[in-house]
């Protein structure tokens, strides 16, 4: 029989216990088909405000890109939105040396895995024709660097490493307000351009472009709701990466630490009231425990008690089956499962941590992987930010004549099918039959 949907823990926490079966079982599916529908939901509550910002920016420029960062960020009036190299070198020299290693080592891990994904260029040569491929950089992208509740240097880090190990020659970074530490990171990495400007009214500028800053050929980064609903509303005019709005966890699990699943939860958490923790498994006595160790962490820690007390929950499957079914159809950011084996059924997530002695926070700063990472079930179809997403793929074929022989009446058979009789043409006027 069904446990009963019940809430546990003290009066200030809300992390739900829900069960598939029995009891309450209807609506926890239920709940589970809305969560799969959450990225389109949210961005589309944010975009009326969103398109206002963003036709203010694309039509006003300058004029219309400081109003709204006045407005929303506090930019002094006759504060420049370009950062100074010295401003980032003297961040540099600021920076406790303690901290300048970690970045340091977290910069190194991050170039070295970006440069294991890089493609090959290659070419391959059979019967007269050869063909392969040529791979070139992008040439322009703007990176986004939240600065809301707290200064995140390691998404400077994540997203402009992987642009330079590409060979973009022009990256621009925005930050509405950026701390020390990301300027820091910025000087160790050499960035030349750094605006102080965020939100809507950045996505808008890196877009279109405005008297301040140029356009660029692609934006990428995480943020918030209207960040990410205008990356969604510009993505026909600049490319982007994905949708990747507040941070998710799933954590999967038959046989986990409940220490460990418990301090996952709530470090994904802490990022913003809008984030969302759950805990997938067949196990109840795991699940209970995990919700009154959550309970206890969360006292000292706000911003991760507002989401858990939002958009925390508790799953209890069926089967193993089903716990892996529901996982999937989630397709989160951020998924920790118990063992190497259990890669074998994960289908869509961002980006996976196997075993207790595998931290998600490890991932976000010094692991290597991206941390920049699908959410609202982006994951079904694409992993996280990569070297590739700056990144073209070029192809290239090469016919000789006696290879144009030979798949020429091919070609011209297929062209006189679609009734592409200049195609056809196209190929005869080199002396080919057909």
């Known amino acids: 029989m069904g446990h009963p949907n019940i809430c546990l823990g003290v009066r200030s926490v809300w992390m739900r216990l829900v069960n598939t079966q029995g009891r309450g079982g209807k609506e926890t599916r239920q709940m589970l088909s809305e969560l799969e529908l959450r990225g389109a939901r949210s961005t589309a509550r944010a975009m009326p405000v969103v398109q206002r910002i963003v036709g203010d920016v694309r039509k006003g420029g300058d004029q219309a890109l400081r109003r709204y960062a006045a407005k929303l960020d506090g930019l002094a009036p006759q504060q420049p939105f370009e950062i100074t190299r010295a401003e980032m070198e003297q961040a540099w020299d600021a920076t406790p040396k303690t901290i300048r290693s970690a970045m340091q080592t977290a910069a190194r891990n991050i170039r070295r895995f970006a440069r294991r994904q890089m493609p090959k260029e290659w070419s391959a ?49 925005v930050s509405a307000k950026p701390a020390k530490e990301t300027l820091a990171a910025a000087a160790l990495l050499g960035v030349s351009g750094f605006y102080r400007i965020g939100g809507a009214q950045a996505v808008a ?8 800053i140029r356009r660029v050929d692609k934006i990428v980064g995480p943020g918030n709701w209207y960040v990410t609903a205008a990356k969604k509303l510009v993505a026909f005019d600049c490319s982007i990466d994905m ?43 795991l699940a209970r425990e995990v919700i009154r160790e959550v309970a206890q962490r969360v006292k000292t820690n706000p911003i991760a008690k507002q989401a858990i007390e ?106 006189n099918a679609e009734g592409l009789h200049g195609h056809a043409e196209a190929v005869r006027a080199r002396g080919i039959d057909g």
């Open 125 to 173: 040569t059979a019967g007269g024709l050869t063909t392969g491929q040529r791979v070139r950089a992008l040439g322009a992208v703007g990176c986004y660097v939240p600065s809301g509740r707290y200064p995140l240097p390691s998404t400077l880090l994540m997203t402009v490493i992987p642009a330079q190990v590409a060979g973009v020659e022009r990256i621009a970074v």
């Open 205 to 212: 500028a890196l877009a279109y472009g405005a008297e301040s």
């Open 243 to 285: 949708l990747a709005g507040p941070t998710e966890i799933v954590v999967t699990s038959e046989s986990g630490d409940a220490v460990g699943i418990a301090a996952d939860l709530v470090a994904q958490a802490e990022h913003d009231p809008e984030a969302l923790a759950i805990l997938i498994t067949t196990n109840t006595p």
């Open 310 to 415: 939002k958009n925390g929950l508790v799953v209890v499957a069926g089967s193993v089956d089903e716990a892996r079914e529901i996982t999937n159809r989630l397709a989160p950011e951020h998924l920790s499962v118990d063992a190497k084996e259990d890669l074998d059924w994960v289908r869509n997530a961002g980006s996976v941590f196997i075993g207790r002695y595998s931290p998600q926070p490890m991932g976000d700063y010094v692991s290597g992987p991206n941390h920049t990472l699908p959410t609202g079930g982006v994951a079904q179809v694409r992993g996280g930010l990569s070297v590739m997403d700056f990144l073209k793929v070029i192809t290239v074929q090469e016919y000789t004549l006696a290879g144009l022989q030979r798949l020429g009446p091919a070609a011209i058979a297929l062209a």
